[in-house]
């Protein structure tokens, strides 16, 4: 009886450790709209459509998550980071539809949107004609990032 019991509980246990160790190390986290702000432009993250988030997991520490208001921040301000080619970095984008959280780098995008930071880029899940994958989509918001410097709209 005693062991039966410590094989039920071990588990138990196990799990509420791990649940409530605070960095589950992958995944989106939950975001305080109207409270966080971009990593890259301070603005309040409000656009719960269009908002961001890079997680990096460092060799020496728990994930470090950084916040963006338009996936365009979020784009830009990785190809700034050391790390930014680490194959572990997790981007997540909302689904311009649903507002839940995506693969960045199997999401969909489609232009149009009026976002945070003028980036015009809504993600989804599903492809249609006119969409761009994420490395055409990457392309798409460094061609915008320059010329919105160009021109001082940031």
Known sequence: MKK????????????????????????????????????????????RFHAAQVRHKPTDGPSEIYLFDDIGCAVVWLEDQAWKDDPAIEIWVNDHATGS??????????????TPMHYSL?????????????????????????YLHQHGAQ
């Open 4 to 47: 039966t019991l410590r094989q039920l509980l071990l588990p138990t246990v196990l799990l509420f450790i791990t649940a409530c160790s605070g960095d589950p190390g992958t995944g989106a986290v939950v975001v305080e709209w109207e409270q966080d702000d971009c990593k890259r432009c301070n603005m309040i993250l409000s656009d």
């Open 101 to 114: 959280w995506l693969d960045a780098r199997k999401a969909y995008y489609v232009t149009g949107h009026q």
């Open 122 to 146: 809504g993600a989804q899940l599903e492809a249609v004609p006119e969409s761009m994958d994420f490395e055409r989509a990457r392309e798409y918001l460094f061609k915008v990032d320059r």
